[in-house]
């Protein structure tokens, strides 16, 4: 006797583990989020929120700090994205796990020896705690910058390069009309890769800069620590609505550049 399984019977396990960890979870947090204390409907941790000069400030610091992480990385990570996947320049697969491996070691780990290696060097995690800071969101957030903008680089079209060299372009003109556009798809994964969970996180700010920089994963979690469920529900629905507008938003870029991509065909 012969068992049959189809391709939709396959998707259960995902379909339950996605009700399980993701929707159920989602809901739970939109519960918090509006209601009290007492458990009734209340609008009372929105007011909180909108109406606390703290919170808004630790919010546009938040994103002002995500934007900046992003620019860096994205600047330190395209030429060595780019010098990786080149041949010319790089013939093996051993200086790109060399920016993997550190993904491998625990991340608290990470940001604890980083920490002692600033002190070490005279950069004073509690004197200087933006730059301490900054320093430790790119180099956490780097690899996850690179292996983006690698993978599409790989997928670069040669021909079109080489083309655009024999039209007479310079080499500047060459990697801002080429090869730029080409790698818009990983620039735009590689940002969505670093902005969101860098504005989420807490660890490196919290250990880098001694406490004295909150960022928005701070707040969450200083809430849900001081029993706080409706306010730190709240923000963490807050965030969830950033993830969603940043989701479509790449969502439509993708779509714009296969359509882009269609018509060059």
Not at 32 to 61: H, I, R
Not at 159 to 177: H, M, R, W, Y
Not at 188 to 203: G, L, R
Not at 210 to 221: A, D, H, P, Q, V
Request: glycine share 6%; aromatic share 14%.
């Amino acid at each position: 006797m012969r068992i049959r399984i189809s391709r939709k019977n396959l998707a259960v396990p995902y379909f339950i583990f996605l009700v399980l960890f993701i929707l159920i979870p989602i809901l739970i947090i939109i519960y918090y989020a509006f209601t009290n204390a007492e458990g009734y409907f209340s609008w009372d941790a929105l007011v909180a929120f909108f109406s606390s000069y703290t919170k808004l400030n630790v919010l546009l610091v938040s994103i002002l700090i995500g934007l900046f992480n992003t620019f860096l990385c994205l600047l330190i990570g395209y030429p060595l994205a780019y010098l990786l996947s080149n041949k010319k320049f790089n013939k093996n697969y051993i200086l790109v796990m060399l920016f993997v491996m550190p993904m491998w070691i625990n991340f608290v780990l990470r940001t604890g020896a980083l920490r002692d290696l600033l002190n070490w060097i005279g950069i004073n995690t509690g004197s200087y705690p933006l730059t301490s800071t900054m320093i430790g969101m790119v180099s956490n957030y780097l690899p996850f910058t690179i292996l983006p903008l690698y993978s599409t680089m790989l997928k670069l079209d040669q021909s079109q390069i080489e083309a655009a060299s024999d039209l007479g372009c310079n080499p500047l003109q060459v990697f801002t009309k080429s090869i730029i556009p080409q790698t818009i798809p990983g620039i735009v994964s590689a940002a969505m890769m670093v902005f969101m969970p860098t504005m989420s996180s807490y660890v490196i700010s919290d250990t880098l800069s001694e406490g004295k920089i909150t960022l928005f994963g701070n707040s969450i979690y200083l809430s849900f620590t001081n029993s706080d469920w409706n306010g730190g529900s709240f923000m963490a629905l807050i965030m969830l609505i950033i993830v969603f507008i940043s989701m479509i938003f790449s969502h439509k870029f993708d779509k714009k550049e296969d359509v882009q991509r269609g018509s060059n065909i």
